[in-house]
C-alpha cells in the first residue's frame, strides 16, 4: 500500500491541467476531479497510511487551482459523518497536511456563516437549528487547524472570537469542550509564535491560565470531567446537558473575547509604529 501510493503523486499534477484546458466542458471537468478527491478521502480513511499525509495530500495542496474544491469537498464528507466521528478527524488531518494558512482560514469563515445563516430561522437553540450539524463538525475542524497556528490565529481573530461567543457552552460535552479548546489554542498559539509586547504578554499568560480554572470553565458548560474531553467525550452523552449560559456569564465570555483582541491589535499597532 505504502508504495502504491507514492505512484499517484506524479499524476496528482496533471490534475491542475486538466481544470485548464477542460475550458470547453470545464463542468465536466470540475465533477471528475471532485469524484477523484472524494475517492482519495475515502481510502485516506479506510486505508490509513502515513503516506497520505506526508506525500499524497500535501501533493493536492500545491495544485492551487483545487484548493475551493477541495474544501467543499472535505466538509461535504465530515458532515455527512457528523461530529466526533472518525471520518471527520480524517478530514482534520487532510486540511492540515494539504492546506494554507489562507485556505484553513476559510474553514473558520465558513463556520461564521453557518452560525449566521441561523439568525434569520432561529430555533429555540443552536442546536435544534438544522445548521447545527454543520456548525459542531467545523468547530471541530477549528480545532485542529488552531492547534499552534499563530498566523491563523491572528489573521482570524475577530471571527474566531465572534464564533466561540455564540457557541459558547452550546451542545454535549464534547462539543463544548471543543469550543474552550479553539478558544485556548488560539491563545496560545498568540503566545507561542506572535510577536507580543512584554505587557500584552503578561496579560495574555494571565488569560491563558484562567481559561483552565473554573472562572471560566463553568461558563462554557464543563466541570472537572468534561473539560478534557475535547478529544475523549461521548458525542451522544446523555448525561452532560447544562444550563443555558446567562446573560451575565456571556457578558464575562464577551469582555473577555474583547481583551484578547484588544491585546492583539494593540500588539500590531505598536510594531508597526516602531518600525
Known amino acids: 500500500m505504502e508504495y502504491g501510493l507514492l505512484y499517484i503523486q506524479p499524476w496528482i499534477s496533471q490534475i491542475e491541467n486538466q481544470l485548464r484546458i477542460g475550458v470547453n466542458d470545464i463542468n465536466e471537468t470540475t465533477k471528475e476531479i471532485k469524484s ?12 490509513p497510511s502515513i503516506t497520505w499525509y506526508t506525500h499524497i495530500w500535501p501533493s493536492v495542496g500545491k ?19 457528523g461530529f466526533g466521528s472518525q471520518q471527520t478527524e480524517t478530514v482534520a488531518r487532510i486540511l492540515l497536511a494539504s492546506t494554507t494558512v489562507d485556505l484553513q482560514g476559510q474553514i473558520v469563515v465558513r463556520l461564521r456563516e453557518a452560525i449566521q445563516r441561523i439568525i434569520p430561522k432561529p430555533a429555540k437553540t443552536l442546536v435544534d437549528h438544522p445548521a447545527w450539524k454543520e456548525v459542531a463538525v467545523l468547530i471541530r475542524l477549528c480545532v485542529t487547524l488552531s492547534f499552534n497556528n499563530w ?44 510577536p507580543l509586547l512584554p505587557a500584552d504578554r503578561s496579560k495574555l499568560e494571565v488569560i ?41 456569564g456571556l457578558g464575562t465570555i464577551v469582555a473577555l473575547l474583547i481583551e484578547i483582541m484588544e491585546l492583539a491589535t494593540s500588539t500590531g499597532k505598536s510594531s508597526h509604529d516602531s518600525g
Open 151 to 194: 498566523q491563523l490565529a491572528h489573521q482570524y481573530l475577530p471571527d474566531t472570537m465572534y464564533i466561540i461567543a455564540v457557541t459558547a457552552a452550546c451542545g454535549p460535552a464534547m462539543t463544548r469542550s471543543s469550543t474552550h479548546a479553539f478558544l485556548v489554542n488560539t491563545v496560545q498559539s498568540l503566545l507561542s509564535h506572535f
Open 208 to 248: 491563558l491560565a484562567d481559561l483552565s480554572t473554573a472562572k471560566y470553565t463553568i461558563l462554557f458548560g464543563l466541570n472537572s470531567s468534561t473539560t478534557k474531553s475535547a478529544f475523549s467525550a461521548s458525542v451522544n452523552s446523555a448525561t452532560d446537558a447544562v444550563d443555558a449560559l446567562s446573560i451575565n
Open 36 to 47: 477523484i478527491l472524494k475517492a482519495l478521502t475515502r481510502l485516506t480513511f479506510e486505508k
Open 63 to 81: 495544485v492551487t487551482e483545487l484548493g475551493r474544491i477541495l474544501l467543499h469537498e472535505l466538509c461535504q464528507y465530515a458532515v455527512e459523518f
